[in-house]
């Protein structure tokens, strides 16, 4: 069996938790985004039965994006709550020096507490897969390509079911699907949580052979394909190790009702029992533990509702039109949110640790003066172009006077100072030169593959806060950074602006390759599918999370030396 990729883990996790945090922020911050997002995620909800027997249409049709609105808060922080565990936990094993599988196996045995969090990581993995498997398949089961040949439901106790549709229209439909939709729509009926395999395999075969064969699939099925995927390769790695035979033989020696594995999975009250599991017992009773977990935070966070009241200017009738609500009355929404999920929070805590388990699950504290806000966001915006503006004008007015000195100074000075930089010249070239070498350099080892690489690729190991770059890269930069009310991006040619519009993805790969991006501690962005191009949405987003992460803007990437493409 292969050894576990320690370096790997550790930044997946890493980068995944930067993921899940700045979405998390991201939320709070722009209505645009948030809404958007609720929108798309509302149509592939799948109501229940008691939802469905409303008479009252619209409420129904509502309902859905409140759904989906429970749904993300949940699928976010349940998110949260596992990497922020796995980050910690493989930054802590990096920090005490143990990078390989050997050095991790003699420490736990000496370390309970390490052995805990080892199996509690591995536990938490496993549930958070399993939600996103669900998420998976009623997003590709909503899919405009797919939809007609199945039949969505829900039980009255809340269970999805996806099944085929057995009528003659539906038999229609599938016939008019191609191998790999067959293929996704079997694995989707049959929802076996063990084939991720066989769907990523399948996927990359029939591409291979025809690359339209996904064209009909829209960015939610590679978003939700991508998050299973991050995650099915951590768990892989875990469990096809000989790191985790032993590591698998300690779960089982536990009942999981242990007090100090409670504190560890997640400080929040135990229940009394576990429910039963039909499920190999791999990891003995701890995935029954993480099951506990989810179901109570599930409790926690369906209590939350966006339909305050009914008519057109409700929230939840106002996402749906172009008409987003002002700032303050956004915030008051999140305020109203982030204060429930808080103080439901405070009755699950352990021994009364509200602030450990609000800190697991990501949660903001309203009395928090830096809680993220969508006014705080915009006034920080604001205030800082006029900062720029002022640094701006002030290095004009300096230049100014500077030039206004000059015209208005003695004229010997001036003629003083001209015959010294003579002098100093002429003295510079009567100085003895240097000696030419005449012998051959040692000759200089180059790894093969490393002359075929580009010349910037030496990148160092931080991020400076200023860059210069060529004009290509430089446009990039400013218009992922640019000021929304920004008329141009500040990278046009002779002042003409550019036109505000789209990015290849792979000229934004290239770009952020060329400024360092292979640090240990990375940033994920998806690749957009089918079409691989930046739409303004996500450029905005992408910047947002730059302009957070590193604190950069326009003026962090001037123009430098120009570089062959």
């Known amino acids: 069996m292969p050894e576990m990729d320690w370096v790997t883990a550790r930044a997946i996790a890493l980068s995944e938790f930067d993921r899940i945090r700045d979405m998390w922020e991201g939320w709070h911050t722009d209505q645009e985004g948030f809404f958007d997002e609720l929108l798309q995620r509302g149509k592939t909800t799948i109501l229940s039965p008691q939802v469905l027997e409303d008479p009252d249409k619209d409420w129904v049709r509502l309902h859905k994006i409140d759904d989906a609105f429970r749904g993300r808060v949940y699928s976010v922080t349940l998110a949260h709550m596992v990497w922020l565990h796995a980050s910690e936990l493989l930054e ?204 109570k935070w599930r409790d926690i966070v369906w209590k939350l509702s966006m339909q305050s009241g009914p008519g057109p200017n409700s929230v939840l009738a106002r996402i749906e039109r172009p008409d987003y609500i002002p700032f303050v009355q956004f915030d008051q929404m999140w305020e109203t949110f982030d204060l429930l999920l808080w103080k439901d929070s405070v009755s699950y805590a352990l021994g009364g640790e509200s602030r450990a388990l609000a800190r697991h699950f990501g949660l903001y504290d309203v009395a928090d003066k830096t809680r993220p806000t969508s006014t705080r966001r915009f006034l920080g915006e604001y205030f800082k172009h006029a900062r720029e503006f002022q640094a701006e004008e002030n290095a004009r007015l300096k230049a100014v006077r500077a030039r206004v000195e000059l015209q208005t100074a003695d004229p010997v000075i001036v003629m003083q100072t001209v015959a010294q930089s003579a002098h100093a010249y002429l003295n510079e070239t009567q100085a003895p030169k240097e000696k030419v070498k005449t012998r051959k350099d040692e000759p200089v080892s180059i790894p093969s593959g490393v002359a075929a690489e580009d010349k910037h690729d030496n990148r160092a190991d931080f991020l400076p806060s200023k860059y210069k770059l060529g004009r290509k890269v430089l446009k990039v930069f400013h218009r992922i950074l640019e000021d929304a009310d920004d008329a141009s991006s500040g990278a046009g040619e002779n002042g003409v602006p550019l036109k505000k519009g789209q990015i290849r993805w792979d000229v934004f790969e290239k770009a952020m390759k060329r400024i360092g991006f292979e640090t240990a501690r990375p940033i994920t962005f998806h690749r957009p599918h089918p079409d691989s191009i930046l739409t303004p949405h996500m450029i905005k987003w992408i910047g947002a999370r730059l302009k957070r992460s590193y604190g950069w803007n326009t003026s962090s990437f001037t123009q430098g030396v120009e570089e062959a493409d």
């Open 92 to 295: 802590d094993l990096f920090e005490m020096g143990l990078t390989t599988s050997n050095q991790i196996e003699r420490e736990y045995k000496k370390d309970r507490n390490l052995m805990l969090r080892l199996i509690a990581c591995f536990v938490k993995m496993q549930g958070l897969y399993l939600h996103l498997w669900s998420n998976m398949t009623q997003v590709i089961g909503a899919s405009e390509n797919i939809a007609p040949c199945l039949v969505r439901s829900r039980s009255r106790d809340g269970q999805a079911n996806i099944q085929l549709d057995s009528s003659p229209a539906g038999h229609a439909a599938f016939s008019q699907l191609n191998v790999l939709e067959r293929v996704i729509v079997q694995i989707i009926i049959t929802n076996n949580i063990s084939q991720p395999f066989t769907l990523c395999d399948a996927w990359m075969k029939t591409l291979a052979k025809d690359p339209h064969a996904a064209d009909r699939f829209d960015g939610r099925t590679y978003e939700v394909i991508g998050e299973l995927a991050v995650v099915y390769e951590f768990i892989l790695q875990m469990e096809q190790s000989t790191f985790s035979e032993g590591l698998m033989w300690c779960a089982r020696a536990l009942d999981g009702l242990e007090d100090d594995l409670w504190a560890v999975m997640c400080p929040m009250t135990p229940p009394s029992a576990l429910k039963e599991i039909n499920a190999e017992l791999r990891w003995g009773c701890t995935p029954r533990t993480m099951l506990a977990v989810r179901d």
